[in-house]
Nanobody, 128 residues
Framework: VHLAVPGGGSAQAGGSPRPSCAAS????????MGWLRQAPGKEREGVAV????????EYGDAVKGRFTITQDNAKNTVYLQMNSLRSEDTAMYYC??????????????????????WGQGTQVTVSS
């Protein structure tokens, strides 16, 4: 399984980039895809997850109301619409896929996650 994430880059505070993550190599459909991020010196943080069968979503507290995760099943791709960017959103963003039964996409306070497959990180730097 390969998760491809086009390069990130710089964004202005208040901007609205929309990174994507395309999955390939599956012989089945993934049950979930999500994004996590990590800033230097900080704990890994859950950003968003989408459960592909139900299309239900969950978000980290820091991005609720500002970021939206969506999926395009035909393209095996998820998108992360990032609105109202803040300097504290600066981080390396990672796309991930597939959770084991009873797995957790993110455990607050620990940075823990049970995602099985990971894409390369993409750096998002927000400047004011």
């Amino acid at each position: 399984v390969h998760l491809a994430v086009p390069g990130g880059g710089s964004a202005q505070a208040g901007g609205s980039p929309r990174p994507s993550c395309a999955a390939s190599g599956y012989s089945y459909s993934s049950n979930s895809m999500g994004w996590l991020r990590q800033a230097p010196g900080k704990e890994r943080e859950g950003v968003a997850v989408i459960f592909t069968e139900t299309v239900s979503t969950e978000y980290g507290d820091a991005v609720k109301g500002r970021f939206t995760i969506t999926q395009d099943n035909a393209k095996n791709t998820v998108y992360l619409q990032m609105n109202s960017l803040r300097s504290e959103d600066t981080a390396m963003y990672y796309c991930a896929a597939d959770l084991p039964d009873d797995g957790s996409w993110y455990v607050p306070g620990t940075g823990g996650t049970d995602f099985i497959y990971w894409g390369q990180g993409t750096q998002v730097t927000v400047s004011s």
